[in-house]
Nanobody
Framework: QVQLVESGGGLVQAGGSLRLSCAASGSISSINAMGWYRQAPGMQRELVAHMTRGGSTNYADSVKGRFTISRDNAKNTVYLQMNSLKPEDTAVYYC????????????WGQGTQVTVSS
């Protein structure tokens, strides 16, 4: 069992920055990759950033050059640094842990709200 807890969301003006954190506990060895997702009101949840166990990263086109996913293995924590924020970045942001076995469901955090004002 894996538990994920997000933090760091809040209200920020367009052009500002936020840093989200995702603290993991439990059976960390079962996680093969970590991802940040977001869901805006009335929209589907979408992948924002992804990092494999080996450290390879991928980003949605909409956030490339602005967002950075990173990790601190000693703290069992994954981060999402968000710069040059835009109003369209407003959403609930979720951390997800993917198991090595793709047939398994994976693990989700509770989400943290990010609101970017004009």
């Amino acid at each position: 069992q894996v538990q994920l807890v997000e933090s760091g969301g809040g209200l920020v003006q367009a052009g500002g920055s936020l840093r989200l954190s995702c603290a993991a506990s439990g059976s960390i060895s079962s996680i093969n990759a970590m991802g940040w997702y977001r869901q805006a009101p009335g929209m589907q949840r979408e992948l924002v950033a992804h990092m494999t166990r080996g450290g390879s990263t991928n980003y949605a086109d909409s956030v490339k050059g602005r967002f950075t996913i990173s990790r601190d293995n000693a703290k069992n924590t994954v981060y999402l640094q968000m710069n040059s924020l835009k109003p369209e970045d407003t959403a609930v942001y979720y951390c997800k842990g993917d198991p090595a076995n793709p047939r398994l469901e994976g693990y989700w955090g509770q989400g943290t709200q990010v609101t970017v004002s004009s």
